[in-house]
């Protein structure tokens, strides 16, 4: 059984023996730090679970004996106009595949449990990093992140913590976070999850009609051209991509960029090496995220 739980205190009660078995199981060896051997994962989301979900809650299921997935619908990373109010909350489906999966415990706050007083919040920034990218186009998304992924790290303390390649600069940015703010744990991170034709999973791909669903494979038909066209160089491989946006009207681009994988620096012609290509593009109403690593 899937034990809910819903506000901070109870989740820290809960987690509490689990912690103290850790220690009570940790053996001092020849003067070398305790071995632990039950270990906590933490799966965050935002619910509307699917395959790309149930692929990193597996992961977390192999490698740890307790596995908490948070669903939450994090306000703070949702501008003015996007969609926070209408994002699918189908909690008892949700609840069924976590069941499925064998998690142990859900962590479903209300926003008020997390956020008490909103008007008054302390933030975590994301910095530069946080405003390239998405975060040209979503300026205080990866601050909403990056607060809400840090309370979680602080409520649940897991050992690691897991999250999807299919958001690149999120985990990018949430690694960053974890070194630069000397969090005790590790990220794990698991390949994206795929529709047969190419298309990420995603949470927002619910919103789609048929006519947008066919569109929407624009954005992994662009990757596939730029590390097609890669043997030419990187401006040509961008163009590559761009053709492909240019081709379906019902696509609309907001970026196609390589950026250093290792780094998310730019890349210059010159590049040799793993590079990303990250794309952003609105289909209809519906904003969709995907990218897929190319070799220089
Ligand atoms: N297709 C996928 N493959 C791998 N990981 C995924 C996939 N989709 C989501 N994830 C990961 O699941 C975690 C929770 O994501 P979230 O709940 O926002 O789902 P989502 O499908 O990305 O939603 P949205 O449509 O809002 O972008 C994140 O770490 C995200 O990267
Ligand atoms: C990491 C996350 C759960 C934080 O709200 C969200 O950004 C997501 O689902 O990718
Ligand atoms: N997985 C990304 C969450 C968001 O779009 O807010």
């Excluded at 590390?227 to 160089?233: L, R, V």
């Amino acid at each position: 059984m899937t034990q809910i739980l819903q506000t901070i205190a109870e989740t820290k009660e809960a987690l509490a023996p689990i912690r103290g078995a850790q220690k009570a199981s940790g053996r001092i060896v020849a003067g070398r730090i305790p071995v632990v051997e039950r270990k906590l994962a933490l799966v965050p989301t935002m619910g509307a679970l699917h395959d790309g979900h149930r692929a990193l809650i597996r992961l977390a299921r192999e490698q740890a004996d307790i596995v908490v997935v948070s669903l939450f619908v994090n306000p703070l990373q949702f501008g003015p106009n996007e969609d926070f109010d209408k994002y699918p909350r189908p909690f008892e489906a949700d609840l069924a595949i976590l069941e499925e999966e064998g998690v142990d415990y859900v962590f479903a706050p209300s926003v008020e449990e997390m956020y008490p007083d909103l008007e008054h919040l302390t933030i975590v920034s994301a910095g530069d990093a946080g405003r390239i990218l998405e975060g040209e186009f979503r300026p205080s998304h990866f601050d909403g992140v990056l607060t809400v992924v840090a309370k979680l790290f602080n409520i649940v303390e897991p050992d690691f913590a897991v999250f999807g390649e299919k958001d690149a600069q999120q985990l990018a940015l949430v690694r960053r976070m974890v070194r630069d703010l000397s969090f005790p744990l590790e990220i794990v991170a698991v390949p994206i999850v795929r529709e047969e034709d190419g298309l990420a999973r995603s949470s927002r791909n619910t919103y789609l009609s048929a006519e947008d669903r066919e569109a929407a494979l624009t954005l992994s038909r662009a990757l596939v051209a730029v590390a097609a066209a890669s043997g030419e160089g990187v401006s040509a491989a961008l163009a590559a991509g761009r053709e492909i946006y240019e081709a379906e009207p019902l696509a609309s681009m907001d970026y196609l960029e390589l950026v250093d994988a290792a780094t998310f620096a730019p890349i210059t012609e010159e590049f040799h090496g793993v590079a990303l290509a990250l794309t952003a593009a609105r289909i209809g109403q519906t904003r969709l995220l995907d990218n897929r690593q190319v070799t220089f």
